[in-house]
């Protein structure tokens, strides 16, 4: 009995202990959830009153400004404007030099490369013995001097019957002589004018060829100089599509005597371009139009045939008035060879030698007249804007065989 009670009493303490427990914890867990009571009635602060202008730093406890009391902007003020950009100005327009006695000026400058020519020939004429050998040495020299045998046999024949008749030789006997049949030889007779005259209500178009290195795109706009020079309106064509930079080249030519350009893509069409060009010459009123064509071996046939097909399309405005060959006369007979093929493919009217201040073979410029049966009409005689001058056939040969 006694062992009964003593299970009975431990089953008793066992449950209150549970219950105890189980208290505790419900407990615990609802005074977490209950928030904490306020420790104060909070304070709310109204929002501060909008100030202006001075009235912000204020203390609130003073005398308070109406509105029209506030320093305000003035509205009436004008706005400070923004400083004027600067635009830059164009560059000024250079104003070329004459044309009109151009070579004489430039006389020094080929005297320096020419003289052993027309010295050469005045030392040889002399001689007290004028036999054959002499001859033949006079004939030497001008073929060296690449004047050609056809021109140079004439020349030597012609020089021995004046010689003959003259009788005595004195040095300015001889010089004279000399220069005369030199400009004989040069064909004194010959239109060597530059033709831009145009028509009633279309510009004069010149038509610039050559190979690749001889000058040509420096040489159309140097030609720009020289019509500008003279009075002439001036649009430049730059259908050379297939150089680097040929196009830009010659822009920068017009730019500085104020002649227009016209121009495409590179690689473009030059015939297109070349009849935009003229186009443009017409729309604008000017005097000439210049154009600038893709320099080109003379043995590549498709090239050349291109050449033939500017031509064309530019003669649907109005016919050529020029077409001028450039040739490098420091290539000699190449030159020649190189003029006979331009020749087959378009009609040549005037040629262009540059360079003729760096060779003592001045001969070439009566070699390729001879050639093409054409003046040559300007030479340069330099690197300068202006170093392309008009030829003069007396002032070469003075140049040639000096005072």
Do not use: C
């Not at 100030?51 to 509105?67: N, S």
């Not at 010295?119 to 004429?125: E, F, R, Y």
């Not at 822009?251 to 030059?270: I, K, N, S």
């Amino acid at each position: 009995m006694e062992l009964v009670e003593i299970v009975i009493l431990a089953v008793v303490i066992a449950l209150a202990a549970v219950g105890l427990v189980g208290g505790l914890v419900v407990g615990s867990r609802k005074k977490r959830k209950l928030p904490p009571p306020p420790s104060s009635t909070p304070t709310i602060t109204p929002p501060a009153e909008p100030q202006v202008g001075e009235e912000a730093e204020t203390p609130r406890d003073e005398a308070r400004r109406t509105i029209d009391e506030v320093g305000l902007p003035d509205a009436t003020a004008p706005a400070e404007e923004a400083p004027a950009v600067e635009v830059p100005a164009p560059p000024a327009l250079e104003v070329p030099e004459p044309t009109e006695g151009r070579l004489v000026r430039l006389r020094a400058r080929l005297a320096r490369s020419q003289n052993s020519l027309g010295k050469g020939l005045l030392t040889l004429l002399s001689r007290d013995n004028l036999d054959e050998d002499t001859w033949e040495e006079i004939e030497d020299t001008l073929l060296t001097a690449d004047v050609g045998v056809a021109p140079t046999q004439e020349l030597v024949e012609r020089l021995r019957e004046r010689v003959r008749v003259l009788g005595t030789r004195t040095p300015e006997d001889l010089r004279a002589l000399l220069r005369e049949e030199l400009i004989t030889l040069l064909g004194p007779e010959l239109d060597r004018e530059v033709r831009t005259e145009g028509g009633a209500e279309t510009p004069g178009v010149v038509m610039v060829v050559g190979v690749n290195g001889t000058g040509k795109t420096t040489t159309t706009g140097k030609l720009a100089r020289v019509l500008v020079a003279d009075g002439r309106s001036v649009v430049l064509g730059a259908a050379d599509t297939f150089r680097a930079a040929a196009a830009d080249q010659l822009q920068t030519w017009g730019e500085r005597v104020g002649a227009r350009t016209v121009r495409g893509p590179e690689g473009g069409d030059p015939a297109s371009i070349a009849y935009d060009a003229v186009k443009e010459g017409i729309a604008e009123g000017a005097d000439v139009v210049l154009i600038d064509t893709a320099g080109r071996l003379h043995t590549k046939t498709g090239l050349m045939d291109e050449l033939g097909k500017v031509k064309r399309v530019v003669e649907k405005h109005g016919p050529l008035d020029e077409i001028l060959l450039v040739l490098d006369a420091t290539t000699g007979q190449n030159g020649l060879v190189q003029a006979r093929v331009f020749a087959e493919v378009v009609d040549i009217t005037g040629i262009v030698l540059t360079k003729l201040d760096g060779t003592a073979k001045g001969g070439i410029v009566i070699a390729v007249q001879r050639e093409l049966g054409v003046p040559v009409k300007l030479i340069g005689l330099g690197e300068g804007a202006d170093d392309l001058a008009p030829f003069e056939p007396g002032a070469f040969v003075d140049a040639l065989i000096g005072d």
